[in-house]
């Protein structure tokens, strides 16, 4: 339930500044950075990723730890699954 | 030490575990409480008990917030899919939890508009795109989720979106470990402090425990190296006579957590005066409400909730396994009556809850279970 997923910035959206493109294992989608403190991400950042949200900024061997464990726990595949699912905002960033 | 090949770490996980065997003194015994629900999972599927000494005993804790919401709120929740016009939202572990009229599945199955989303956004998105239809999301969560519904319903203030509310269940962790440590049954000597929950509360929430009950917690991340270290750090403070609340996790949480994320709690949600825990009764000021301020965005206030109250069957010991005073096989209905595919009590609902945990894990658990407390 408390699931995070480790993604890396891959895009920044200048008209959204609410949102960034993240790569988690591959699959490309936008996730909401509202709930990060001093939210300054940049591409090639790590990010904490919960039900869309980014909950923090990680450095880069906790984000390969953070994946390492969601294997660990069989609970990957899952993981992956939750971001495809992010329906919010199509790839050119639009809303909410 | 049969699982210990799965482990990433085989080596430091053999040494932690030594060093455990080392610490703690044969003649004492060890009651701790893993609080999350994700260490609970952590710990029965790498087998952890198996490398621990037998006077170290585990008591799963209550954080899986499936598990401990109420049978009428599940009720409430699901009658609002019965309305015209309306589509209930919910993520995909609430899909299968039973309420007295059967699942959202089921329901769904009979015609109700209900569909599973993997965030907030995504229903109001739903809510943008339905603009006939009133949209709701069914918000459970602990502090790792509840920040995220508190943005939603601002971003629904900001772009005007008032086809889109709310039902909250959201629950704060702290109410619920002080209900656990006033419980004229508990046993506990310390806890593992929850990883996720504490990159948003950070630290301080916890520090009562060490305070006011004389408790050692150690906030722990989930995999098994993290697991053990963090029993180690517990039984140290418990050794020299010490209670402090000790971060194992540092690299993911901040002492003082997030406070962006902190500040939208507090200006959407308010505390409620008292909320129902399965398995744990009543505790005041332990899960949050949508404030006045965002009436327009709470579903309670938009939908005749009937405000339903399930009692649970009394034989199901839900409380008992949850203070420590027994193991999730000992209760009355373990397996029996209560099993993962037709739970009875709370623990038995997600794949997160000690029962189920221990349902799932039984064959490996029943070789390295003591045989009582």
């Known amino acids: 339930m408390c699931l995070a997923i480790p993604g890396q910035v891959v895009e920044m959206h200048p008209d959204q500044p609410m949102l960034a493109k993240v790569d988690v294992a591959g699959v490309r989608r936008n996730v909401n950075i509202g709930l990060l403190e001093n939210a300054a991400v940049a591409p090639g950042d790590w990010i904490l990723i919960h039900v869309g949200f980014a909950l923090s900024k990680i450095g880069e061997a906790e984000a390969h730890e953070q994946l390492r464990m969601l294997r660990a726990m069989g609970e990957d595949e899952l993981a992956i699954e939750e971001v495809r699912g992010y329906s919010f905002a199509d790839d050119r960033g639009g809303a909410p | ?373």
Not at chain 2, 238 to 252: I, K, P, Q, S, W
Not at chain 2, 264 to 285: D, K, N, Q
Not at chain 2, 340 to 369: D, F, I, K, N
């Open chain 2, 1 to 373: 030490m049969k699982y210990v090949d799965e482990y990433r770490d085989p080596v430091l996980i053999e040494n932690v575990a030594r060093e455990i065997a080392r610490t703690v003194k044969p003649a004492r015994h060890y009651r701790i409480m893993e609080v999350c629900g994700g260490h609970t999972h952590s710990i029965y599927r790498h087998g952890l008990r198996d490398v621990l000494p037998e006077n170290i005993e585990l008591v799963h804790g209550p954080g899986c917030p499936v598990c401990v919401l109420p049978t009428g709120r599940v009720d409430d929740g699901l009658s609002i899919a019965d309305g015209d016009d309306v589509i209930l939202t919910c993520f995909g572990d609430m899909l299968r939890v039973p309420g007295t009229r059967g699942t959202a599945l089921e329901r769904k199955a009979r015609g109700a508009d209900i569909r599973m989303v993997y965030s907030p956004l995504d229903a109001l998105k739903l809510a943008q795109t339905n603009p006939s239809k009133q949209v709701c999301f069914f918000a459970i969560g602990f502090e790792t989720t509840a920040p995220s519904t508190a943005l939603t319903i601002l971003r629904a203030r900001a772009l005007g979106v008032e086809n889109f509310s709310v039902f909250s269940n959201h629950v704060t962790i702290v109410p619920a470990m002080r209900a656990i440590l006033d419980s004229p049954r508990m046993l506990l000597d310390g806890f593992v402090g929850p990883g996720h929950v504490a990159t948003i509360t950070g630290c301080r929430p916890y520090e009562f425990v060490a305070r006011d009950y004389g408790k050692p917690v150690v906030v722990a991340g989930f995999e098994p190296l993290d697991i053990l270290q963090a029993i180690l750090m517990v039984v140290r403070q418990l050794n020299a006579g010490e209670a402090r609340v000790e971060n194992e996790y540092a690299r993911f949480v901040p002492w003082n957590g997030n406070g962006a994320a902190l500040a939208a709690l507090e200006t959407v949600f308010a505390l409620r005066p008292v909320f129902e825990w399965r398995g744990l009764g009543f505790i005041p000021e332990s899960a949050f409400e949508v404030r006045a301020d965002f009436a327009t965005w709470d579903a309670e206030r938009r939908f005749a909730v009937p405000g339903v109250r399930v009692t649970d069957p009394s034989a199901a010991q839900c409380g008992e396994v949850l203070t420590g005073s027994l193991k999730p096989a000992q209760c009355r209905l373990f397996g029996t009556v209560c099993s993962p595919e037709r739970p009875v009590g709370a623990l038995m609902v997600s794949s997160e809850g000690a029962c189920a945990a221990h349902y799932r894990y039984a064959q490996r658990a029943a070789e390295t279970e003591p045989a009582g407390v």
